[in-house]
């Protein structure tokens, strides 16, 4: 069983930047893929970024690119999703998720990951 807490958002006007935390429990968490969703109000669930456990490949929601950075640190069982440039439609509650197998679906189909954080709330002003 993994618990997965994401800390970092926050308020901040656009064009800002935010870093977000996602710290995991378990001994295990360099044997997971790691990803970034969020859900803007009155939206469904969307991918925005994943990386592998090694951290060698990473994959982005095109909206994102250039902007975001998806790292991970398995010393510190911690992925981080760092946004800049942040605009008004990235505000969301963002979510880290952690998958043990990867398949089919992994980055970007939610019924891949087996476990999810609670979320984060990011609101960009405009």
């Known amino acids: 069983q993994v618990q997965l807490v994401e800390s970092g958002g926050g308020l901040v006007q656009a064009g800002g930047s935010l870093r977000l935390s996602c710290a995991a429990s378990g001994r295990t968490f360099s044997t997971y893929a790691m990803g970034w969703f969020r859900r803007a109000p009155g939206k469904e669930r969307e991918f925005v970024a994943a990386?592998?456990?090694?951290?060698?490949?990473?994959y982005y929601e095109d909206s994102v690119k250039g902007r975001f950075i998806i790292s991970r640190d398995n010393a510190k069982n911690t992925v981080y999703l760092e946004m800049n440039n942040l605009k008004p439609e990235d505000t969301a509650v963002y979510y880290c998720?952690?998958?043990?197998?990867?398949?089919?679906?992994?980055?970007?189909?939610?019924?891949?990951?087996?476990?999810w954080g609670q979320g984060t709330q990011v609101t960009v002003s405009s």
């Open positions: 990386i592998s456990s090694s951290g060698g490949s990473r």
């Open positions: 998720a952690a998958d043990e197998s990867v398949g089919r679906g992994w980055p970007r189909r939610e019924s891949e990951y087996d476990y």
